[in-house]
């Protein structure tokens, strides 16, 4: 069984910006394979279904990004899954160009608070994740105001085609494990 959780933050107002490509790309997952993604449980969003015969649960954390190592550790709890090899999260990365993707098996948090806390919560940084790149923060730019904007029109269309990825990444990891899945999905992306 996997947990996979997409970070974000929850309101109208968070609705496709960059911080918020975690929630869009389980959005995305869970109409692939017809899970829906709407019990309370965890102070997150969950939604219990299979991607190609594996058991997952999807699940948007509902505390806010800064606190989204709450969610996953009460979900890991009780679902007693290894957070080592059982757990892929989502989230942006603005070290990367819009719409590539980096999978990892550990790392820091570089800087994202999501991911601090999801690290302080595990008390470890060994866990799966796919990093969806949203583009580096223009110079002058506040790094809040620049991740929680929204995409650009040739952006949010990047993102369309980015959220497919991420879902072929996922059933790569879900299926032939996460050694494939890097081999397969990280190289650099050609620009449009």
Known sequence: MYII????????????????IGFAAIDYIAETYGISVDDK??????????????????????????????????????????????????????SLDVGQLRIRKKGSAGGHN??????????????QRIKIGV??????YDLADYVLGHFSKDEMKRMDETVIQVNQAVKSIVTDGIENAMNQFNKKQETL
Request: hydrophobic share 35%; proline share 2%; charged share 30%.
């Open 135 to 140: 583009g580096e923060k223009p110079k002058g």
């Open 5 to 20: 959780a997409g970070l974000g933050n929850l309101g109208k107002e968070y609705d496709n910006t960059r911080h918020n």
């Open 114 to 127: 999501g991911l601090k806390n999801i690290i302080s919560h595990l008390g470890h940084d060994s866990f």
């Open 41 to 94: 449980k965890f102070k997150a969003k969950i939604g219990k279904g299979m991607i190609e015969g594996e058991k997952v649960i999807l699940l948007k954390p509902q505390t806010y990004m800064n606190l989204s190592g709450e969610s996953i550790r009460l979900a890991l709890d009780f679902f007693k899954v290894d957070e080592k090899t059982e757990l892929l999260v989502l989230f942006d990365d603005i």
